[in-house]
């Protein structure tokens, strides 16, 4: 159970990361109140409307119903398609819930939410030390995925809680 729960959470180095746009700006870790714990003045890519044309708009600049269609239509189908080949059993019903919890809509998508925390001092060892498998994929993949899409870093604390 424990396994289950730190695996599903760990969807969450990742995608949600960066906090689906709540309400006008989502939480991030130590009182942040950008997605994924960063500045929120990178620009993200998203489809205007009626174009298709990409525009460049930084995330701090979208309005929430901006940032719930950018993680509706690239964030999501992304690390959806990118979990899904990781583990097809695990993540065959990838939502938004595998990164912002269960409680998401209460919480407005903030993040970090409910995936489990990590020492500050170094959260790669100690999520290696449990799970080399899913540490490496989340190093290797998820990371990177969700620092291209969203524009900014994105770190452990940018979906886990510190200890």
Known sequence: MLRRRISASMVVLAAAAMGCGGGGQAAGGGGDTTPAGGGGTEPASTAESGGGAEAEVAWADMDRAKRME?????????????????????????????????????????????????????????????????????????VPTMSKLLSKDVTCFSCHQKE
Not at 96 to 112: A, I, L, R, T, Y
């Open 70 to 142: 950018f993680m509706g239509l690239q964030v999501l189908p992304e690390m959806k398609a990118l979990f899904q080949s990781h583990d097809s059993g695990e993540y065959g019903g990838f939502q938004c819930q595998n990164c912002h919890g269960d409680d998401f809509e209460s919480v407005d998508f903030k993040m970090p939410n409910s995936l489990y925390g990590l020492p500050e001092a170094d959260p790669i060892k100690a999520a290696n030390d449990y799970n080399p498998e899913v540490t490496k994929f989340m190093m290797e993949k998820v």
